[in-house]
């Protein structure tokens, strides 16, 4: 240990390891007994691979107000971490390092949470022990790591609620709130690549928790410098979960279609349905069953495998995730795919056109329709008025569609914006769900979805739909997250509506399009990682806000919100939390946002455009055409010059 330790201190000194690697790996090394964590460090220190033990230790892996994300296996695998062979090849130890996700880091989140969980549960007054929620999906380590939180959580003297098996994110948040939960753990990294994983936190109301809470878990989690502690002399208990949550969600998830007799009229409609190795399989193929859709399975993708060996990503954004269920429905004559990503909180979809090829729809696009059909139905079935439209809202991000809003403002209900996260649509909703008279709400979540709604309308907000453009969908309020399993159903039942009326899900769009104008967005992004890429990305956020553009792509800048500095308030006047983004209006009614991505080692470009028709008409088929063809053309020569601006800035 002592000769690890000088060529540790040589290094840093010969400036062949940062500084800060330096110090993390002595801390490490000092607070843990782990023969794991020394010899992975010895092996990479004798081979001199200063690089990836940088990469590993150049920061401790921050605890953001989302939780953590992180690498569980790194670009180098030791031999001691590679360990004894493991089911489908993974390392038997995860990845060794401060700024890694391995059981250092879970222990210190969980600790610094429950701790923060206690003191609250005990400020309230209330009797008994505060419980914890835990869910994981099939990635490498979750279980272990959903174990370990069990673990910490117990010998701190709280009890465990621990799902018997993957679950998904959006099923999670519906548990907290089901069975009284103080907070909620979830391990997942959702889309990312197999080698990461991450570990979300929610507070009492099935939210992502957000202030003042955040800075105070993370305050928490900061302070614990150890994966030791002194546990509780009355220890918790670990309190299983299993089919009786399933079954208590999907009772409220059938309670989402508008027009269920629709849906039995339209008992036609195939859907093609894969979770990409993920969680969503345990919830997804069965609810549209149940509602009456005919729905199959990809049966080689329903296998749980944290490797997702059938697709370069596991993420529904990208088009070639729906390869293989696309090449299902096309073989099977289906109308609809829909994918979702491994925890199950995205959705993306392939519809069948009017030319009988399947289109891949994008977040906004998917969003935009199940938007226009909730609103519409809300109106056509009485459930929303001339008097009662002031107490309804769509919800959606500052980086969404504004064919969103568009569609709001045009059936006279109100458009909230916030930031990039669900988490943000949660606060609203429980902000809505507090301004219903207590003695009313006193047991909100028991209630059935009619009694709420009636609740919401009378004395709050009704919340008819919330999305954000990374193929996030939301429209209820007993799940606070984005919901895969929701999405399904919604966008299953636009579908037999469009089928209904012979015309297809893109003739759908096509209609709103002409009614509301042509909105079309792009997003890009720049990728840098390791602890090189986390500087280029604060440098390049930094130059944006230090030397602003005046003119882009030969328009004029007329406008630029600085999110991080700037006082901003919403429709409702609620103030927006500051965030690292800015938001350009150019002088042509182009738009565009950059920000840094909180999860990934990217910095993320969004592009707007619209064409509306003349006030009072519709575009005709050739115009809708011919303003498709222009708005594109505006959009990738506003990508063009964006990207180009981006590469002189990092020089």
């Not at 953590?68 to 995860?94: C, D, N």
């Not at 079954?247 to 859907?271: H, Q």
């Not at 390869?323 to 994918?339: F, N, Y």
């Not at 010059?641 to 590469?647: E, H, Q, R, Y």
Request: proline content about 5%; hydrophobic content about 40%; charged content about 25%.
């Amino acid at each position: 240990m002592n000769e690890l330790i000088s060529s540790i201190r040589q290094a840093a000194q010969d400036g062949r390891l940062l500084p800060s690697s330096a110090d993390n790996i002595l801390s490490l090394l000092s607070g843990s007994t782990s023969p794991v964590y020394e010899a992975a460090i010895a092996e990479l220190a004798s081979a001199e691979n200063w690089k990836e033990l940088d990469n590993r230790f150049f920061r401790t892996l921050a605890f953001g107000t989302g939780g953590l994300r992180g690498k569980t296996i790194g670009a180098v695998v030791t031999k001691v971490e590679l360990g004894s062979p493991q089911p489908l090849g993974r390392p038997e130890f995860p990845c060794v390092g401060t700024n890694a996700m391995n059981t250092y880091s879970i222990s210190r989140a969980t600790q610094g949470l429950v701790g923060y969980v206690l003191e609250h549960f005990k400020k309230s007054g209330r009797a008994g022990k505060p419980s914890i929620c835990i869910c994981h999906d099939t990635r490498f380590y979750s279980r272990e790591f959903a174990e370990l939180a069990a673990k910490v959580i117990t010998d701190h003297g709280c009890d465990a609620w621990l799902f018997e098996g993957p679950r998904s994110t959006p099923e999670l948040s519906f548990a907290v709130r089901h069975v009284g939960a103080q907070a909620g753990i979830n391990l997942t990294a959702s889309h990312n690549p197999p080698q990461y994983n991450g570990y979300k936190v929610y507070f009492e109301d099935g939210c992502q928790v957000v202030e003042p809470h955040a800075s105070a878990i993370i305050d928490r989690v900061n302070a614990v410098q150890s994966e030791t502690y002194t546990p509780a002399a009355e220890p918790g208990r670990v309190v299983p979960m299993g089919a009786d949550i399933d079954e208590a969600y999907m009772d409220r998830l059938a309670t989402l279609p508008l027009d269920p007799e629709l849906i039995k009229r339209e008992n036609s409609l195939k859907i093609v349905y894969t979770p990409l190795h993920g969680v969503g399989a345990v919830i997804i193929k069965p609810m549209l069953r149940r509602l009456g859709f005919q729905c199959e399975g990809v049966a080689e993708q329903e296998v749980p495998d944290g490797r997702f060996p059938t697709v370069k990503s596991p993420n529904p954004e990208n088009a070639e995730a729906l390869t293989m269920a696309i090449a299902q429905a096309d073989s099977t004559g289906a109308d609809l795919v829909i994918a979702t990503d491994p925890d199950d909180d995205r959705m993306g979809i392939a519809a069948r056109d009017a030319a009988g090829k399947m289109q891949l729809l994008t977040g906004n696009q998917i969003g935009s329709i199940l938007a226009w059909y909730r609103a519409s139905k809300h109106f056509e079935f009485g459930i929303l008025n001339e008097a009662n439209r002031k107490n309804a809202a769509i919800i959606k991000t500052f980086v969404t569609t504004d064919l969103q809003k568009a569609i709001a403002e045009k059936l006279g209900i109100r458009c909230v914006e916030t930031l990039t996260g669900f988490k943000y649509i949660g606060e609203k909703l429980g902000k809505y769900e507090a301004a219903i008279p207590e003695n009313l709400r006193a047991n909100y979540t028991k209630l059935s979805e009619s009694e709420t709604r009636g609740l919401r309308l009378k004395y709050s907000t009704l919340y008819i739909f919330g999305g954000e453009e990374s193929y996030g969908y939301s429209a209820s309020d007993f799940v606070r997250d984005k919901d895969g399993n929701s999405a399904a159903v919604l966008i299953a039942e636009a579908a037999a509506y469009a089928k209904s009326r012979n015309i297809t899900l893109p003739e759908l769009l096509d209609e709103i399009f002409s009614e509301y104008g042509v909105y079309l967005e792009r997003g890009e992004s720049l990728t840098m990682e390791g602890a090189e890429g986390a500087a280029q990305i604060q440098n390049l956020v930094d130059s944006y806000a230090v030397n602003p553009p005046a003119e882009i792509d030969g328009s004029k800048v007329v406008s630029i919100v600085n999110f991080a500095k700037d006082t901003v308030h919403d429709v409702e006047g609620d103030r927006i939390p500051a965030e690292a983004m800015l938001m350009i209006t150019l002088a042509d009614g182009r738009k565009s946002a950059v920000r840094p991505s909180g999860t990934e080692p990217k910095i993320k470009y969004y592009m707007f455009a619209a064409k509306k028709p003349a006030a009072g008409t519709r575009f005709t088929g050739p115009e809708l055409s011919d303003a498709k063809s222009e708005v594109h053309a505006k959009i990738d020569s506003l990508w063009n010059a964006l990207g180009a601006d981006a590469k002189s800035r990092l020089g």
